[in-house]
């Protein structure tokens, strides 16, 4: 079984917890996740099984899109409701100011990774070490908030949508807001609605699926790798690739970069590069002597 299910994982659930699962209901190894969920969060979570696996960091680099519903007035040691609570105040927020310090938050800008990650340091997340009770100053990096739309405002709670880069963790994004307005704030409940093309619509229950409804619900490798680019090489320049040799693209299509590589026939071989002199060399490819 080779391919990526699309499952809405359950809130108290790990990622890695969901591997696990599937591991069991279809009893094979090779099973990952494609971007880590909160355990808090619901949501889009693809799996990827078999030969997917070598594709997993081509689908996780791809945008996000979250729905947060947010209480200000209350700051926790991990960003959300599951931890321990640093700061409360009442507080009663005002549409305008927070209409006007979301759009602060609008493109690109620096934002430090929070210690409840899975961000590793010496070869274990960082999560790992606060239990320890060990702490680790993070340096800032750039992420890019591409939309910000505010769907629910009363009281103390908001709730908003965001669509980001990679490597955006909404739980600091919720924090940073809330500094901006001169309070603490806290994510009460987090889902992500997208991950590249791939919806909310049509995703996988894995607490009640079995192996006949993974079948049925696997979706081929090419499919969550649509944003990139596709070339199609004759049988000759398939076996090269194949065999580690290097194909020569001129003259054919204006591409550079990461590629999608299919056969003659449109038979998906894996991922490649095109470099600067149009030389197509191989990066992930999928085991399949028959090509």
Known sequence: MNGFLLIDKPSGRSSASCVYSLRKILKIKKIGHCGTLDPLATGVLP?????????????????????????????????????????????????????????????????????????????????????????????????????????????????????????????????????????????????????????????????????EECRKALVPYDTLLRHIPEIHLDKIDTKKIRNGQLVDYNARQDIKGIVRIYADKGLFVGIGSIDSSNIVSAKRLLSNPSI
């Open 47 to 211: 799996l990827c099984i078999g030969e997917a696996t070598k594709f997993s960091n081509y689908v996780s680099d791809q945008s996000k899109e979250y729905e947060v519903e947010i209480l200000f007035g209350l700051q926790t040691s991990t960003g959300d409701l599951e931890g321990e609570e640093i700061y409360k105040k009442p507080f009663k927020l005002s549409k305008k100011a927070l209409m006007k310090s979301l759009k602060k938050f609008q493109g690109a800008h620096q934002q430090v990774p929070p210690m409840f990650s899975a961000i590793k340091y010496k070869g274990k997340p960082l999560y790992a070490w606060v239990r320890k009770g060990v702490y680790f100053s993070r340096q800032s990096r750039e992420v890019r908030i591409f939309n910000i739309e505010l769907l629910f405002c009363q009281g103390d709670k908001a709730k908003i949508r965001v669509s980001c880069s990679k490597g955006t963790y909404i739980r600091a994004l919720i924090e940073d807001l809330g500094e901006d307005l001169s309070t603490g704030a806290t994510v009460i409940d987090l889902r992500r609605t997208r991950v590249g093309d791939v919806t909310k619509d049509n995703l996988v229950d894995l607490e009640s699926v079995d192996i």
